[in-house]
């Protein structure tokens, strides 16, 4: 599977970006999705996660949300009320997992996109 991720960009704290990743294969419905993002000098954490279920960091609960096309094969993250904090760059990843909060439950990985949140 072939991911790539866009959507990326700068954005005053407060404001919105949603974020899109357009897989390549039909059997895209049948893997679980998910975003991570990796801030200079830090690891990569989960971001959120979606399949039978939808699971999110407690860092972005309540201000991200997680959606996908089947029909579309892309998945989104709509991130509202951006923080400083939130800059990084952000990665989609896909699993055969219905869900997975760990870098290592995933086995595809699109190329990244930046978000740079000024303050």
């Known amino acids: 599977v072939q991911l790539q991720a866009s959507g990326g960009g700068l954005v005053q704290a407060g404001g919105s970006l949603r974020l899109s990743c357009a897989a390549s294969?039909?059997?895209?419905?049948?893997?679980?999705m998910g975003w991570f993002r990796q801030a200079p000098g830090k690891e990569r954490e989960f971001v959120a996660t979606i399949g039978d279920s939808t699971r999110y960091a407690d860092s972005v609960k309540g201000r991200f949300t997680i959606s996908r096309d089947n029909a579309k094969n892309t998945v989104y993250l709509q991130m509202n009320s951006l923080k400083p904090e939130d800059t990084a760059v952000y990665y989609c990843?896909?699993?055969?997992?219905?869900?997975?909060?760990?870098?290592?439950?995933?086995?595809?990985w699109g190329q990244g996109t930046q978000v740079t949140v000024s303050s």
């Open positions: 990843a896909a699993t055969r997992l219905q869900i997975g909060v760990g870098p290592a439950d995933y086995i595809y």
């Open positions: 294969r039909r059997t895209f419905s049948s893997y679980g």
